[in-house]
DNA sequence: CAATGTGAAGAAATTCACAGCA
DNA sequence: TGCTGTGAATTTCTTCACATTG
């Protein structure tokens, strides 16, 4: 059952109906025509991407709102808090120190990692800038699991290689640039460049 | 050919198989292999994709790099340059505000909205803030097509109809809550948290 | 030859249609 | 009856295999 092959699209998408139903505290039963309404996403299709974890609901009532929380938390890794490095602390990177929705669902920024001199040792909303050279040895002193990647495109094949050397095997990159790495490293990348051209893309067509 | 559908995962591809080819000045051809190497999609996928839109190639040489070049620029609609607003002067749309490589592509940021007025009329990265009664009227006198929402979560629908009201078709929200506008209104999402929670999911599950 | 371009096959994702259960 | 869960059908996307062309 662990080893199921998940549909790649399926997690997202989760990821949303976790999201919505942290908003129905107060209902206790949500059905998947309600959360098809809320998310846009099909009835059946919601059926059919629970499917792939196991059976949360209950024939002509729907999906217990509490229980069905938990289950996605624990699916989506978040019932256990992470320990998160941000590397490159430049404008995208300052603002991810802020951001506080990382934190809401566990994860934890506990170090930052810049070389540019003028920001080591400063402080910024609350977590310490360190110089590139310590990485290693934070990375192990704090337990960190997880790096966010703000850097400069030029260099960020070489630090996220950094950032593996130090035993991190899960990065999240916000460079506009395709990492080369193990495939045992995990990533995700947001490319905004690729995503406003995408909109630009459909506004120049339709 | 100009209303041909296609499949939607093509587009993000076109703009990866663009910024690959801005980075190879040098050669004058190069071939489906070469770029397969580059971005990692296949030879065969990225030839398919070219289909969609023409014949761009030459048997037995390869794609000429600045015709290529030419064609992806105009087909996601980078060959014209678009007016951008950004709404939302937080943190994430400060550290936007200064990204290069949106202007790099064509896309000016030429004004800010806040309802803080503690930041209105201020200056971020050149662009000045505006108060958000002034969205109308800025938009129509700056010819503004675009809009990067940087509100928080809570006010982002109310928001983005504000935005849609003064007749901009195109919207970039960064507000982890899906909108629900009108079906002519293009929206791309940046959902961070969804992001996130991916990455966590692959890490917990391997 | 060295490459593109593309029908046809195959794989993946979604939706249909409905059986099954509280 | 109201809803889930799921085989089967369908649609969408990707890859194979190869004909085609400079």
Chains 1, 2 share one sequence.
């Not at 624990?74 to 490159?88: E, H, T």
């Amino acid at each position: 059952m662990e080893k199921q092959k998940i549909p790649t699209r399926v997690v997202p998408r989760l990821s949303r109906y976790y999201r919505i139903l942290r908003e129905f505290d107060d209902k206790s039963w949500i059905s998947s025509r309600e959360l098809s309404v809320e998310t846009g996403f099909t009835d059946t299709q919601i059926r059919r991407d629970f499917t792939y974890f196991g059976h949360f609901g209950n024939r002509g009532k729907g999906y217990n709102v509490e229980e069905l929380k938990k289950s996605l938390k624990k699916i989506l890794g978040l019932d256990k808090s992470w320990n998160v490095m941000l590397v490159g602390a430049g404008n995208l990177g300052k603002a991810l120190l802020g951001y506080k929705g990382f934190l809401e669902q566990g994860f934890k920024i506990v170090a930052a990692f810049d070389e540019d001199t003028s920001k080591i040792e400063k402080n910024i909303a609350g977590i310490t800038v360190y110089s590139m050279s310590k990485l290693v040895d934070i990375v192990k002193e704090k337990q960190i699991k997880m790096a966010i990647l703000t850097v400069p495109e030029n260099v960020c094949q070489e630090v996220a290689e950094q950032v593996v050397a130090s035993g991190v095997k899960a990065i999240f990159n916000f460079a506009p640039k395709q990492l080369k790495l193990p495939v045992d490293v995990k990533v995700r990348h947001i490319d905004m460049t690729v995503e406003i051209e995408r909109l630009s893309f459909m506004v120049s067509r339709q």
